[in-house]
């Protein structure tokens, strides 16, 4: 069973940073994209950064020049570092990914993690 699992989200003051990791585990063949959503109390779930199998990445205009999206493909992990944080980035971060199970894409979702910016 596949399975994304998060972590690094928690409390840092504006202009902090924070780095995000997302690890893909179970029997995939490969993953072809690998995303970081988040959702704002009350706002709608938004692309934030996502990298392809090619490396190639894209960011929210939001976002650009302070975060940045990597992948280490060895681990199956994705992560996001977050520098220059604002209050404005608080949200739910989930990871999202689209893995091939033998040769069936598959879209998944990890469970979400709290980022506080506080001012």
């Known amino acids: 069973q596949v399975q994304l699992v998060e972590s690094g989200g928690g409390v840092v003051q504006t202009g902090g940073s924070l780095r995000l990791s997302c690890a893909v585990s179970?029997?995939?063949?490969?993953?072809?994209?690998m995303n970081w959503y988040r959702q704002a109390p009350g706002k709608q779930r938004e692309l934030v950064a996502g990298?392809?199998?090619?490396?190639?990445?894209n960011y929210a205009d939001s976002v650009k020049g302070r975060f940045t999206i990597s992948s280490d493909s060895a681990k199956n992990t994705v992560h996001l570092q977050m520098n220059s944080l604002k209050p404005e980035d608080t949200a739910v971060y989930y990871c999202?990914?689209?893995?091939?199970?033998?040769?069936?894409?598959?879209?998944?979702w990890g469970q979400g993690t709290q980022v506080t910016v506080s001012s």
């Open positions: 999202y990914a689209v893995v091939v199970e033998r040769t069936t894409p598959r879209a998944y």
């Open positions: 179970g029997k995939i063949s490969s993953i072809n994209v």
């Open positions: 990298i392809g199998r090619g490396g190639t990445t």
